[in-house]
C-alpha cells in the first residue's frame, strides 16, 4: 500500500525525528509546521537521500489551515493514509497567574489542533476509501497529572487522551485507528528553551535513566503507530516515559 502521512510539528523535535524516520520507510511525508525555514531543511535532507517529502505552511490553530494542508497533500500524492498530529506548544505560568490570552492560544493550538486534525483527516480517508489508516496524535505524561505551573499545558494533554479514545471509536469502522504517544521529558527545541540547567537536572532525575528521553526514541513509538505492525493497538494512549509515571 503506497502510505502518505502528514506530520504537524515536523519541523523540529519529535515530528522532524518522525518525518525522517517515515521518509526512510519510502512513506511520502507532509512535513507541516509554522516554522517553514526549518520545514524546508527538513524537506532538503529527505531529498538527499533519495526519498519523497513536501513542506507545507501550516498553523494549527487555525482548521481551515489543517483542511488547506490535507487537501494539498491529497493534491500531491493522490491520498493519505496516515496523519500525525504532533505540533504543539509549551509553557510555563503559575495557575493563579495564568492569562485568558495564554490560555486561549494554548487551547487553539495544542487543543483545537489536535481536534480538528483528527477530524479533518479522519474524514478524508473515509471519503477516499482508505484502509488501514492511521491517526497519532502527541499527548504527554502531563495528561495523566497536574501541574500547578502548566495547569493549561497539562489540561490539553489530558483532552488529547480522550479525543483519541473518542476518535478510535468514530473512525475504526471505517479501517482508521487512533492512536497517541504521551512523551516524558524529550531533549527538544521545547525543552531546552523553557528550562534552566538546574531544571533539567531535576527532570533527568525523574526517568528511570536519569536521563531525558531523545526525541529519536519518542518518534519511534509514534512510526510504529502510524505502520500496521501496531494494528493490536487502537484508542489507546502509549507511554514513552522512560518509568515518569512509574514512580508517580
Ligand atoms: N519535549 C518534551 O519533553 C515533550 C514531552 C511531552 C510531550 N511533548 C509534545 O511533543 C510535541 C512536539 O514537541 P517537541 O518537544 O518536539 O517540540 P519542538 O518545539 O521541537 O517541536 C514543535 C514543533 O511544532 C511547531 N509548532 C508550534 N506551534 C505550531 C502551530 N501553531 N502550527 C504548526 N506547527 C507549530 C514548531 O514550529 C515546532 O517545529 C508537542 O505536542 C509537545 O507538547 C513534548
Redesign the pocket.
Known amino acids: 500500500m503506497k502510505r502518505v502521512i502528514i506530520v504537524?510539528?515536523?519541523?523540529?523535535?519529535?515530528?522532524?525525528e518522525a518525518a525522517l524516520k517515515l521518509a526512510h520507510q519510502d512513506v511520502s511525508v507532509v512535513v507541516?509546521?509554522?516554522?517553514m525555514e526549518?520545514a524546508e531543511e527538513v524537506v532538503l535532507e529527505i531529498k538527499k537521500a533519495k526519498k519523497e517529502a513536501a513542506a507545507y505552511h501550516?498553523?494549527?490553530?487555525k482548521k481551515e489551515n489543517i483542511q488547506a494542508c490535507i487537501d494539498f497533500t491529497v493534491d500531491k500524492y493522490g491520498t493519505l493514509t496516515g496523519m500525525f498530529n504532533?505540533?504543539?506548544?509549551?509553557a510555563l505560568a503559575p495557575f493563579p497567574e495564568l492569562s485568558s490570552e495564554d490560555y486561549d492560544r494554548m487551547m487553539r493550538?495544542?487543543l483545537d489542533?489536535v481536534f480538528y486534525g483528527i477530524q479533518y483527516a479522519g474524514n478524508k480517508m473515509v471519503e477516499l476509501g482508505v484502509k488501514e489508516g492511521s491517526i497519532v496524535n502527541?499527548?504527554?505524561?502531563?495528561g495523566f497529572v497536574g501541574a500547578a505551573t502548566s495547569p493549561h499545558?497539562n489540561a490539553t494533554?489530558a483532552a488529547v487522551v480522550s479525543l483519541t479514545k473518542s476518535g478510535a471509536q468514530a473512525y475504526t469502522p471505517h479501517g482508521i485507528r487512533v492512536t497517541a504517544i504521551?512523551?516524558?521529558?524529550?531533549?527538544?527545541?521545547?525543552?531546552r528553551?523553557a528550562l534552566d540547567e538546574e531544571a533539567l537536572k531535576f527532570l533527568q532525575g525523574s526517568h528511570m535513566r536519569n536521563q531525558?528521553?531523545s526525541?529519536s526514541e519518542v518518534a519511534n513509538v509514534a512510526v510504529w503507530l502510524l505502520s500496521s505492525e501496531s494494528s493490536a493497538v487502537n484508542g489507546s494512549t502509549i507511554l514513552a516515559d522512560d518509568g515518569f509515571l512509574a514512580f508517580k
Open positions: 504537524t510539528g515536523g519541523a523540529s523535535g519529535i515530528g522532524k507541516a509546521d509554522i516554522n526549518l501550516l498553523d494549527v490553530s504532533n505540533a504543539g506548544i509549551g493550538i495544542n489542533g502527541t499527548a504527554s505524561i502531563y499545558y494533554k504521551a512523551p516524558g521529558f524529550t531533549d527538544t527545541p521545547m525543552v528553551g531525558l528521553l526525541a
